[in-house]
């Protein structure tokens, strides 16, 4: 008995197996256009984002260089402070010069080591900065300096003697020092009582 074969069970004869064949590659082709289309939107996005995220960065950093500098600053002016303080505070003699300049015979700890010895040393403020000079004691030359101790100082009145120039028995050291990208000087002030000077009878 002979077979019947319709037209719709020959081979390669199906035009419903071609429109699916047809509409998938359609939707493939379409799948493609449109992720390469969200592509293109994409990557300018996350350039931007990206840029964007750096540019916060540097700015961080450069804010916490700039704190750095001022820290670092700051402790150098507190550092000639100090020391400028504890100079006055051993001084066996102060000779006031100026509200910026004062001399004095105090006890200094020798660069070597070893036992402190008197020498003369003067402190000038005259020029922006807090220069420190050193010589024999009761000797009129110096053999070392000038040194900065402070820098960038603002102001003039640096030294104010108590009760007066005359006869003081206490120094008040005062000074606006400027600061890399600070929008006002810093005040760094002390005080020292001088127990130590020698007093005619």
């Not at 008995?1 to 197996?17: L, V």
């Not at 256009?33 to 916060?56: C, D, G, K, N, R």
Request: proline share 5%; net charge positive.
């Amino acid at each position: 008995m002979a077979a019947y074969i319709t037209p719709h069970h020959r081979t390669g004869s199906d035009p419903q197996g071609r429109l699916e064949r047809a509409v998938r590659l359609r939707l493939s082709q379409e799948r493609g256009s449109t992720s390469l289309f969200e592509l293109l939107v994409a990557v300018p996005v996350m350039l931007v984002v990206l840029i964007s995220v750096f540019a916060l960065y540097q700015l961080s950093v450069r804010g916490g260089d700039r704190t750095n500098s001022r820290v670092r600053s700051l402790q150098q002016q507190q550092i000639g402070v100090e020391r400028i303080s504890r100079e006055l505070r051993q001084a066996t003699t102060v000779n006031p010069i100026s509200s910026q300049v004062v001399d004095v015979e105090t006890y200094v700890t020798p660069s070597g080591g070893g036992a402190a010895v008197l020498r003369h040393v003067r402190y000038d403020c005259t020029t922006g900065s807090c220069k420190r000079y050193e010589g024999p004691s009761g000797g009129t030359t110096f053999t070392s300096g000038p040194v900065n101790v402070i820098t960038d100082i603002q102001n003039s009145n640096v030294f104010e003697m108590e009760p007066d120039f005359i006869n003081p028995n206490f120094v008040a050291l005062a000074v606006d020092v400027g600061v890399k990208d600070a929008a006002n000087p810093i005040k760094l002030s002390g005080g020292v009582a001088l127990k130590n000077l020698a007093r005619d009878n």
